[in-house]
């Protein structure tokens, strides 16, 4: 097998390869005692610019789980901290910025990346090609909403409030805000492409929090660009959202190859939603495999089913990996979507 014709790759681009390929969003980290004992004493960001650190954190779910597709260990804000935004990953809370970003006096700030910038991240991503072999590697970065959402409220938030008083009550600022950004974004995702990813997914983890009219309105045409960005770049474009049930069709509008569905939209009806011409990605509960194994199993069959319908499936949870969560439990995920006959 060639890493052109790997299952994940097939199923980006539309094809039913002989089994369903499966990775995991956050299979990097955190549930992993590998991880935990590498990470001990060095800081999370700290880690994401630490060429050794990113690949060896990238390979651990791999050896461990035989995932069909590696996700390169970094997170959505190292962009910004390479550019330097003031802004940290506080350990249980999430990115937390120093000056949250209200004023056009602080688009200054959000220049163009240099390939200088991430020079360890880029190198990195070169190491891991080699040693990934026929496994593709996806690379990654925050969409607008998801990233301009930390930096107005300057950490995590429930309901964007703040964000969206911005985008009500200054849409010319928004505009250009996110505009700023979306030049990062698709500037972070081409560098990891040109040096070696096989595939990017644009996280825009929060965008559920909009209506549809919002999203179309002040966040669609940022996301698009963003992936219009690297389109020229020739490799699958996957979008993903928590709660986009709502916005399935419009974010795969936005330029998608692949999108990711969380768990809460079975996964047929997603595929309706979406349309035709793209694949899907998805969707057991995070919190399933917490459960008896026959039980993950039946839930994951069911996904498996309602994927038939899709011109490409690639399972995955709905969100990311808890960090409670028992290896062991994915370990035997993986292997029984492995088995799984969806011919
Ligand atoms: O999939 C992977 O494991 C690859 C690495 C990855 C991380 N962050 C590492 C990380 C990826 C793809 C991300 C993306 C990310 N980061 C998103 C989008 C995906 C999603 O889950 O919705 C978002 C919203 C963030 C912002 C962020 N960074 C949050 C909410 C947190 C968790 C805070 C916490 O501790 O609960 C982080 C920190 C983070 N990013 C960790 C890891 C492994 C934990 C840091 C640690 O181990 O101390």
Redesign the pocket.
């Known amino acids: 097998m060639t890493l052109n014709d790997s299952a994940f790759l097939q199923a980006c681009r539309g094809q039913r390869p002989a089994h369903t390929p499966v990775w995991?969003?956050?299979?990097?980290?955190?549930s992993l005692p590998e991880?935990l004992a590498l990470?001990e004493g060095t800081a999370?960001l700290e880690s994401c610019f630490r060429t050794d650190m990113v690949v060896e954190i990238t390979m651990q779910p791999v050896r461990r789980y035989g995932v069909d597709a590696a996700?390169?260990?970094?997170?959505?804000?190292v962009p910004l901290k390479a550019i330097g935004v003031d802004l940290d990953?506080?350990?249980?809370?999430?990115?937390v910025v120093a000056e949250p970003v209200r004023s056009w006096a602080q688009l200054d700030q959000f220049r163009d990346i240099d390939a200088d910038d991430v020079t360890p991240i880029t190198d990195a991503v070169k190491a891991l090609v080699g040693e990934l072999g026929s496994t593709p590697l996806i690379g990654?970065a925050?969409a607008p909403f998801?990233l301009a959402s930390?930096l107005v409220e300057g950490g995590?938030s429930r309901d964007h409030r703040l964000t969206k008083q911005l985008m009500y009550s200054d849409p010319q600022l928004w505009h250009a805000l996110l505009g700023r950004i979306a030049a990062i974004a698709g500037q972070f995702l081409r560098l990891q492409v040109e040096a070696g990813a096989s595939a990017v997914?644009l996280?825009d983890?929060?965008a559920g929090a909009l209506s549809l009219a919002d999203y179309d309105t002040y966040v669609k045409p940022h996301s698009a660009a963003v992936l219009a960005s690297v389109a020229d770049l020739g490799v699958p474009r996957i979008h993903f959202g928590?709660g986009t049930g709502e916005l399935l069709h419009s974010m795969g509008d936005a330029g998608a190859d692949v999108v990711g569905v969380d768990w809460r939209v079975p996964l047929d009806e997603a595929v309706r939603r979406v349309g035709p011409g793209r694949a899907v990605q998805g969707n057991l509960d995070p919190t399933a495999v917490f459960a008896p194994t026959e039980f993950v199993h039946a839930r994951a069959a069911e996904v498996l089913e309602a994927g038939r319908s899709a011109e490409g499936h690639i399972f995955n949870l709905g969100?990311?990996?808890l960090?409670a969560t028992d290896p062991d439990a994915l370990a035997r995920l993986v292997d029984f979507v492995h088995e799984y006959d969806v011919s």
């Open positions: 995991f969003m956050r299979q990097a980290g955190r991880y990470r999370m996700i390169f260990f970094s997170d959505i804000v990953i506080v350990p249980g809370t999430g990115p990654f925050g998801t930390y995590p997914q996280f983890s929060w928590v969100h990311g990996v960090p």
